[in-house]
């Protein structure tokens, strides 16, 4: 089992709908969790980080994080064609020696 | 602040080559990181420099390597390229290490023939 597993999508929805994107991990022993966004031909940035299980919300996005499950969700509200992109997840390893990501979910948003 | 710059931005080797790439960090980030990204594997951790040592490393074959400078500036090499060395390489800084805010340069795009 990888120790992070995401659909890769792709994921196509109108402007204005809910996206729901997610992750599972294989580690009990990790506690940080974060979301990436990558645009075609950049590198990825920092949306979200995230410690305990819960909601951490900011402007339209929420991360959310089920420690019991080993889940974590990235929620975006009102979705705009600019949030087109490939949303990555990833957690730092129980050392903190390395950042393990998931394949990324590629998002388009059509107006 | 300026980002974090890498050159070349793309470059095209042929096997057998070698190949260094280069990042310069946000300006106080003394920690550099450097990630393979591919179609199938997604991103992938190579190794961390911080104050000139490398800190970790992930597993990859010894082809791959870098260094740090006393400014905190970082090269990787890559020798003796295979084909699926492909790949967008990412370097990212942040100050102190993994745990932390991790930014990205643009990558350098490596296609070897």
């Known amino acids: 089992q990888k120790e992070v597993e995401q659909d890769p999508g792709p994921l196509s929805v109108p402007e204005g709908a809910i996206v729901s994107l997610n992750c599972t991990y294989s580690n009990s022993a990790f506690q940080y969790f974060m979301w990436y966004r990558q645009y075609s031909r950049k590198g990825p940035e920092l949306l979200m980080y995230t410690y305990s299980s819960g909601n951490k919300e900011d402007g339209r996005f929420t991360a959310q994080v089920d420690k019991s499950s080993k889940y974590i969700s990235l929620f975006i509200r009102d979705s705009q064609p600019s949030d087109s992109a490939t949303y990555l997840c990833a957690i730092p390893n129980q050392a903190g020696t390395a950042l393990i990501f998931g394949k990324g979910t590629t998002l388009s948003v059509s107006s | 602040k300026a980002g974090v710059t890498q050159t070349p931005r793309y470059l095209i080797k042929t096997r057998g080559q070698q190949v260094t790439l280069s990042c310069s960090p946000i300006s106080g980030h003394r920690s550099v990181s450097w990630y393979q990204q591919t179609p199938g594997q997604g991103l992938q951790f190579l190794f961390e420099?911080?104050?000139?040592?490398?800190?970790n490393k992930g597993n990859f074959p010894g082809r791959f390597s870098g260094r740090q400078f006393s400014n905190s500036r970082s090269e990787m090499n890559v020798s003796t390229l295979e084909l699926g060395d492909s790949a967008l390489y990412l370097c990212?800084?942040?100050?102190?290490?993994?745990?932390?805010?991790?930014?990205f340069g643009p990558g350098t795009r490596l296609l070897v023939l």
């Open positions: 420099y911080f104050s000139e040592t490398q800190r």
């Open positions: 990212a800084s942040s100050q102190s290490g993994i745990q932390e805010t991790q930014y």
